[in-house]
């Protein structure tokens, strides 16, 4: 990878490298070619899910695969478009991380192969209409306990991939000991809607929605049955932050390439930019960018490995990438100018889906104060 500039990919072995080198075919023959189609349509390719599938590459971390590995194939599908990323990550890393940490042997085992087949996709709705950073505290979504039925009543906001779910993680405030609680929310259960949300302007191939939950009828086997308080659902977002991390870095990367191939055939003044000074400094720094993130996103995954990674590191590589990401996506479109906002380039999606990661899976403040409390050991939260 060009973008690779310390050669971070040789730390994984042959056999982890021929998956990761599977999916860079799989995006640049597959998901390249109708990206700007379908982000302009807001449209999902639901045609590739299939093709996808024969990856083998959902539900790599409940089958021993190392951290570093599941980081590859993360960045090597935003290197080339972060909403493929993006769904691939709610899937994979925060539905099918929620049964397999939180469910109970017989809930993993009824879920999670047909969705490491791909056969099922998976949503996780936490995020609601008036909550996001405080949700924590602030979860307005309840469930009550009616025998072996849990009765839902909420509203969740910005659920990715809940238009087509067939099962949504669902975390609801029990109204019996006021504890956080997650559920496994199976399409087409009454009670149950979803509306995809209109007019984005990031990740717009990526089929986020609005859930309403109405006298939602859950049964008591639904419940996942380790997840007994919000500490459990923040032990699934300390390992999916890290995720987004690494989605930040193939993005940049991703934009880091388009912006040196373009400067090699750009001409101005009759000779390529990139003999130009000014670009040349510009590609360097956004170089700089993805190499230090990458350093650090691998040495998460390696703490993840060993199990001694903690909270404020997940939180750390997920600030520090993001800014270093939006700043480098925006170097690239300063290196192509007035090309760089348009699609035709290659840079625009970048630059716009670089908003939406910098947002998600907690803020950037939020983030750091969490980092905060643990280098200072007092806590600056409201």
Known sequence: MLGDFYDYFDLLDQEERETVLRVREFMTEHVAPVADEMWTNA?????????????DVAGLPYRGARSLLTGFVVLEMNRVDPSMGTFFGVHNGLAMGSIDRLGSQEQRERWLPPMAAMEKIGAFALTEPEGGSDVAAGLRTTARRAGDTWVLNGAKRWIGNATFAD???VWAKDEADGQVKGFVVEKGTPGLTAVKIENK??????????ITLTNCLVPEANRLQGAGSFRDTAAILRKTRGGVAWQA??????????????AKEREQFGRPIA???????LLVRMLGNVTCSLGMVVRLAQLQDADVYRDEHSAMAKAFCTVRMREAVGWGREIMGGNGIVLDYGMGRFVADSEAIYSYEGTREINSLIVGRAITGVGAFV
């Not at 449209?43 to 990856?55: S, V």
């Not at 990740?203 to 929605?209: D, E, P, Y």
Request: aromatic share 8%; hydrophobic share 50%; net charge negative.
């Open 43 to 55: 449209r999902f390719p639901h045609h590739l899910i299939p093709e996808l599938a024969k990856l």
């Open 167 to 169: 099962l949504i993680v």
């Open 201 to 210: 302007i990031a990740l717009r191939t990526v089929q986020n929605a609005d």
């Open 249 to 262: 870095v193939g993005c940049m990367m991703g934009a880091y390439e388009t912006a040196l191939a373009y």
């Open 275 to 281: 003999g130009f000074q000014l670009v040349q400094d």
